[in-house]
Each structure stands twice: as C-alpha cells, then as structure tokens.
C-alpha cells in the first residue's frame, strides 16, 4: 500500500508502514484524486528504457509541457585521455546504483587537473599541473540499518562500516560506495601566501586527501519529518552537506562571522574560523547573488571552492558537471542533470527540472529577506539589524552594522578594528534570510522539490540558499571527515567531536 507525502506542497509517494524512497522502483504519486487507489508509475532507474539522445542544439522554452521524463545515460567519459574533465553531465537518474553500471562502470575520475594552491616551489605537490581527480563508485553490503527515534531527531544512522562486504548484485547492495580524493574535475584553488597577508588563510590543498562516503541506495525520510539542518561543528571535523559526482564535499554551511574581535577579522569585522561561537554567519557565496559584494572573508575560486586546511570544498555549485550557462539555458527537455548526493542520499540537481504540471522550470529559492522592523524606510522595512539578546558570552560579538547604521549612528558601533568603518547590508548574514512558507519560488525550505517523476530531489540556485541547506531524510554518518592538517587538533580535544546535543558528530 502507498500514501502520498506531502513537504510544504511537494508531493511524493512512500510505503504507508514506512516512509521509503523506493531503490528498485520510483513511485510517482497520481494526481490530487482519491487515496484509495492512486496511480502508480513505474519505472526502472537502474535499465530505464533506451530513449533518443537530447540534441544539444534544441531549445527549450521554460513552461513548456512534456511527458514523464526518461534518463539519458552519461556519456562514455573514460573513452577521452582526461575521463570526466570539465564533464557535462547528462543523467538525471536518482538510484547511485545508474552511475555504478553505466558505461563509465563507476570510473568519475579525470586527469589533467591544475591546483593554483601548488603551483610555488616547495608546495607539497608542486608543480600543481596534470594532477588527477580520483573518483572510484562501486556498489557493498553494509550491515546494520538506520537508527531513528521520533524524541531523538538527532540520532544518526547506525550503519556498520566495519562489516562491508562487495557485491556485483544491484539488488542485494545498500550503499554504493565512493572512494575519492576530493579533487575536482576541473581546475582549481589560487595562489597561497603567507598566513600573515590580509584576507589570505586558504592552504595547499591534499592531494592525497582520500576519503570514503556511503550513499545509500534506499534513502530514508526522518520520522517524524523535519528539516534538519547539518550540525555547525568546530572547523576541526567538515560535515558535508553533500557530495558530487566528482568526488567534491559540499557545504552549504558558514563559517566565516561577525567577530570585530577575532585575530584575522578583515575591515569588515568578518573572519573565518569560528565554529559555533557565533550568532550572526556570514553567507560565504554571497558574492554569487551580489558579485560587488566588498570586504567577503571567504577566497573562492570560479567555481566558489576553496581550500581550507588540505581539503577542497564547494560552497555553491555554479556550473561544475554542468553546462556554462546553465543559468541562462536550460541543458535540454528533461531538466538538468544530477550532479550528486545530498547527505540523506536523495539526489542533488542543477537548475532545472520538469515539475508536477508537466512545465520545464527553473529553479527558484523560497526564501525573502528578513524585516528587522528597525529603523523601518518610507515602506516600513526596517534598515538595521535587530540585536540579539540572552546569547551566550563567547557567541556576542556585537551587531553587524548596515550601510544605513554607519551613514545615521555610527555612534552605536565600536569600529577600533578598523579605519573604515564599513556597513553590510542586509542578506550577507544567514540571519538575514527567512523561508517564507511556499509563497516565493518553487521550492522547499531545503531547496528541494518533487518532479514530474515523483522524484524527490534538491536544486541549485542563483540566490540564497544556493543548495541544500537542510535535508528531510536521515543523515548519513559517512559525509563528513577530519581535514588533514586538522588531525592533531582532533586527537588533542575529543570535546571537538560532539555536538551541542552531546551526540556523536556525525562519522566519528
């Protein structure tokens, strides 16, 4: 028996005694009829049907109408010398498992990658150039199961990776397993300086910096369902918010903040490297929705990656296994590609998809600025950010100020940090920003939505959030992990692997 599952007007199927995201068949729900007998379609996400190649020169007009969507196969990447480099994908299948048995047979690495972090003498995989992308996808038997109580949302997944077993049976496996070096398929990072320069902390990145991640092949909804964020840990351990087909961690999280008192603020009063000991984050890839944006503490590259202690990491996804102007064009008829796996093992996708209606839409961020309602303009927006109260000593760090508070009371800010004093305004901070309740944009307060499949997946955006800040399956515990030069810091403080819940954070 199935029941329809709603999230903020998103609708999907799921098993009535458990809700499942089926492996072996994707269940699309029928319209908004009767429950006792919904329509069911079927359709095998691991063989799906052959279909007719997409012509790249087509055009696509959004709102225009089309059947169910088929599932085009990527392309045979390893018959190039370079395998995935710059690599546009082209499948939009949500099962792991299709990228395993495809005619890449879970190869996603490239080669002829160059690391502007290792370009100097004496970086530790000078000179940088003609590096290599690993990314190996095979499909296990993990023992053990999910682990979720309704009082507890805040336990993870009780998988045993201990006990992994290899299989070639698509049907006995629970988790393809991808073993990769978090190098990208492109080229990446900047140039490193001395760690005293102004704004300059990235490092070298590792190129030897493996990592295993578990995707599970049947991803779980939380129970009861809620939107659950990925824990803030300290910059000792990153806990990814998901990772692409080319092996590259995700976070969608901050951790650059408003701290006038930290010893690497920039004029700004922002710096990087605060862990949870904050209240107002900035948004790293603000720069993306706002590209004048001034004085950011995050150094992104042009895909807005970056280095930070040996580990590469996206913090929005502007076109990596993507078309270029994807932005503009939609790739083609059924949407866009995934590009990889959120951290509850539902599907990450580009910009578009072709929604329940059967219309081609891009898609478009559900979230509004905040009213601070102080110092309200002519229209009753307010033009300054209200102060927290009753936060703890270490998080109060005073109040970002905005353009509107340096210009009208400057007197109310303490600017020593600085000889310019600099307002920020409004939307750069996490804070700024509010879901608001499905009457913005086509999409959920984790950035997701359902297709015209029933597919249940999260989407790209131009404006904030970006991506998947929050999920509404069960974490896997196996997203996330220590960055090399932070491995001493973790054997010192055991603290630094608990959360403010007093749980486990999450693959420790």
């Known amino acids: 028996m199935f029941k329809k599952l709603f999230i903020n007007g998103y609708q999907y199927c799921a098993r009535a005694t458990s809700v499942v995201f089926m492996s072996i068949m994707l269940i699309a729900c029928g319209g908004g009829g009767s429950e006792e007998s919904p329509e069911v379609v079927i359709v095998d996400p691991v063989d799906p049907a052959p279909v007719e190649p997409t012509d790249p020169d087509d055009s696509t007009d959004p709102g225009e109408t089309t059947d169910p969507v088929d599932y085009v196969e990527n392309p045979d990447l390893n018959e190039t010398e370079n395998g995935m480099l710059n690599a546009e994908l082209t499948n939009r299948n949500p099962d792991c498992r299709a990228y395993v048995t495809d005619a890449n047979d879970g190869d996603y690495g490239s080669t002829g990658v160059n690391d502007r972090s290792n370009l100097a003498a004496g970086a530790p995989y000078f000179p940088g150039t003609d590096k290599e992308s690993i990314v190996e996808i095979d499909l296990v038997i993990v023992s053990g199961d999910y682990i979720h109580s309704p009082t507890n949302p805040h336990i993870v997944g009780g998988w045993n ?289 359902t297709d015209i499949n029933g597919v249940y997946g999260y989407y790209i955006t131009e404006e904030y959030p970006y991506g998947p800040i929050c999920t509404f399956g069960i974490h896997e515990p196996s997203f996330g992990k220590v960055p090399p030069l932070r491995w001493d810091d973790e054997l010192a403080d055991p603290s630094a692997t608990i959360d403010e819940h007093g749980d486990k954070i999450n693959g420790h």
């Open 161 to 449: 990776y201990a006990s992994v077993v290899e299989t070639s049976d698509a049907e006995l496996a629970t988790h393809c397993r991808m073993r990769h070096n978090m190098i990208p398929n492109h080229d990446l990072g900047w140039d490193v300086g001395s760690p005293n320069e102004n704004d300059v902390w990235v490092t070298e990145i590792d190129h030897d910096d493996m990592q295993i991640t578990y995707l599970p092949i049947q991803p779980v909804l939380s129970n009861p369902l809620v939107a659950d964020d990925t824990d803030r840990n300290p910059t000792n351990f990153m806990d990814y918010d998901g990772i692409l087909l080319n092996g590259v961690g995700i976070a969608m999280d901050s951790g650059f903040c408003y701290n006038p008192d930290h010893e690497r603020v920039n004029s700004a009063g922002n710096a990087t490297g605060c862990g949870d000991g904050s209240v107002w984050f900035e948004i790293p890839a603000y720069t993306l929705q706002k590209p004048a944006a001034e004085k950011m503490a995050a150094i992104f590259d042009e895909y807005f990656g970056h280095g930070f202690e040996g580990t590469y990491h996206y913090h929005a996804m502007t076109h990596p296994l993507q078309t270029n102007d994807e932005g503009e064009v939609a790739p083609g008829p059924n949407g866009s590609p995934l590009i990889g796996f959120a951290k509850d093992g539902f599907p990450i996708y580009g910009q578009w998809f072709v929604n329940a209606a059967g219309e081609l839409v891009k898609a478009q961020s559900g979230y509004t600025l905040r009213n601070w309602e102080l110092n309200p303009d002519e229209n009753g927006f307010g033009q300054s950010r209200k102060p927290y109260t009753d936060t703890p000593p270490f998080k109060e760090h005073g109040t970002p100020p905005t353009p509107w508070d340096v210009l009208n009371r400057s007197e109310d800010f303490d600017f020593s940090f600085t000889n310019e004093p600099f307002g920020i305004p409004l939307g750069r901070y996490i804070d700024d920003w509010v879901y608001d309740n499905g009457n913005t944009g086509n999409l959920d307060e984790c950035n997701g939505a």
